[in-house]
């Protein structure tokens, strides 16, 4: 049983690692970025088709209204994608992975507006905690400032992908995880094809290995896994192992890109990786009480 739980806790931790790669791969792709979000998406839906086929996992959706929200939370996904790649491109790996991930917080205040959930007080104070962070991350209030726009970009992805995972929370116990992540990166393909005549594509012929590794090993491989361990791991658990991806992140860019983050980065960083180990902890204390 104990080694039982070690390999599925082995495999969340390579499961972060690879969703890690996201902020590297973001930032070192040399394409306009609702081209790199397409192939992303496109080679992704792809390898996730040919995954459910071979486990033989139902894609059937089952009403109208779950297409609806399938088809909005997916409108969400691809403004977060995009929206934390530009966060990348405008600042770096460090503040654009740790900007977005103040959406712990984000979601936890939202969520009463969305479900039944009593708003916490203590939100409040996470949250005050959260907005000290990202001012070490940008204490330059210069709106000309690069930094400080990744940082705004880094905010309004974590607002999206906060609300996108509330909309999708409802359909989690009804639908597999990759049925969900196909359908989400089907449709954002769909939604983005118009954007690929404007914008062009010539440049995948050059960024083609790295696309391939982003939309297989981070997206599919990668999202696939995580949503695979929740079967072993409470959220709250899986919460505070997925909350270590911006160091994982931070890591890799230092190695393949050599990245190094500034002191205010590793100050306002652990204030918003705080934050999510302590709600995530609350959590779990909440649900052992029940």
């Known amino acids: 049983m104990k080694d039982a739980h070690l390999k599925h806790l082995l495999w969340l931790t390579v499961a972060t690692v690879l969703i890690s790669t996201s902020g590297a791969l973001g930032k070192y792709i040399d394409m306009p970025i609702p081209v790199i979000i397409w192939w992303r998406s496109a080679f992704?839906?792809?390898?996730?088709?040919?995954?459910?086929?071979?486990?033989?996992?139902?894609?059937?959706i089952n009403t109208s209204r779950d297409?609806?929200?399938?088809?909005?939370?997916a409108v969400f996904l691809g403004a977060h994608w995009i929206s934390y790649f530009y966060?990348?491109?405008?600042?770096?790996?460090?503040?654009?992975?740790?900007?977005?991930?103040?959406?712990?917080?984000?979601?936890?205040?939202?969520?009463?507006?969305?479900?039944?959930?009593?708003?916490?007080?203590i939100h409040i104070v996470l949250g005050v905690l959260v907005l000290i962070g990202i001012y070490f991350l940008a204490p330059d209030l210069d709106y000309e400032s690069t930094q400080l726009k990744g940082v705004?970009?880094?905010?309004?992805?974590?607002?999206?992908?906060?609300?996108r995972t509330l909309m999708l929370k409802q359909h989690v116990s009804t639908y597999n995880g990759s049925t969900l992540m196909f359908y989400?990166?089907?449709?954002?393909?769909?939604?983005?094809?118009?954007a690929l005549p404007i914008l062009g594509t010539s440049?995948?012929?050059?960024?083609?290995?790295?696309?391939?590794?982003?939309?297989?090993?981070?997206?599919?491989?990668g999202h696939t896994?995580?949503?695979?361990?929740?079967?072993?791991?409470?959220?709250?658990?899986?919460?505070?192992?997925?909350?270590?991806?911006?160091?994982?992140?931070?890591?890799?860019?230092?190695?393949?890109?050599?990245?190094?983050?500034?002191w205010n980065t590793f100050i306002g960083g652990s204030l918003i990786i705080s934050?999510?180990?302590?709600?995530?902890?609350?959590?779990?204390?909440?649900?052992?009480?029940k």
């Open 44 to 60: 992704a839906a792809l390898f996730l088709f040919v995954y459910c086929r071979f486990k033989r996992v139902s894609l059937k």
């Open 67 to 73: 297409k609806f929200t399938f088809f909005l939370s």
């Open 87 to 121: 966060a990348l491109k405008l600042s770096n790996v460090a503040i654009g992975m740790l900007s977005l991930f103040t959406f712990p917080i984000i979601t936890a205040i939202l969520e009463p507006l969305f479900s039944k959930v009593k708003f916490d007080p």
């Open 152 to 163: 705004l970009f880094g905010l309004f992805s974590a607002v999206c992908y906060a609300i």
């Open 184 to 194: 989400q990166v089907l449709i954002l393909a769909i939604v983005l094809v118009p």
């Open 203 to 221: 440049e995948i012929t050059t960024q083609f290995p790295y696309v391939i590794v982003l939309a297989l090993v981070t997206t599919a491989i």
């Open 225 to 262: 896994m995580f949503v695979h361990s929740l079967k072993y791991f409470k959220v709250s658990t899986a919460s505070i192992i997925g909350s270590t991806q911006p160091v994982f992140g931070i890591i890799i860019a230092f190695i393949f890109l050599n990245e190094v983050p500034t």
């Open 275 to 289: 934050t999510v180990v302590i709600e995530s902890i609350r959590s779990k204390r909440k649900l052992s009480t």
